[in-house]
Nanobody
């Protein structure tokens, strides 16, 4: 059974940092593109970071230079290091595994950026 479990969310002050983790199981983790998405209340879900199985990494301009995605295939885990957080980064962050017909999602972890 494919499973993705996020952790690391919480409350942080503007300018602070958080590191999210997403542990995968039930699939060959290293073969899949792993991504982080976020959805703020009343807004559409948006991609914030993508780590392709071939090694390519992509970020939207809104987080470029502040967020860093990494993966440890030995631990079946993908990480999202978030620095210089802003109130507009407040959202539920979810990880996604995609490839070979698989499109799996975790339940998400809430990140709140507030004084």
């Amino acid at each position: 059974q494919v499973q993705l479990v996020e952790s690391g969310g919480g409350l942080v002050q503007p300018g602070g940092s958080l590191r999210l983790a997403c542990a995968g199981s039930g699939f060959a983790f290293s073969l899949y593109t792993m991504s982080w998405y976020r959805q703020a209340p009343g807004k559409r879900r948006e991609l914030v970071a993508q780590f392709e199985s071939g090694g390519g990494i992509n970020y939207p301009d809104s987080v470029k230079g502040r967020f860093t995605i990494s993966r440890d295939n030995a631990k079946n885990t993908v990480y999202l290091q978030m620095n210089s957080l802003k109130p507009e980064d407040t959202a539920v962050y979810s990880c996604n595994a995609q490839g070979f017909g698989l499109d799996a999602w975790g339940k998400g972890t809430l990140v709140t950026v507030s004084p």
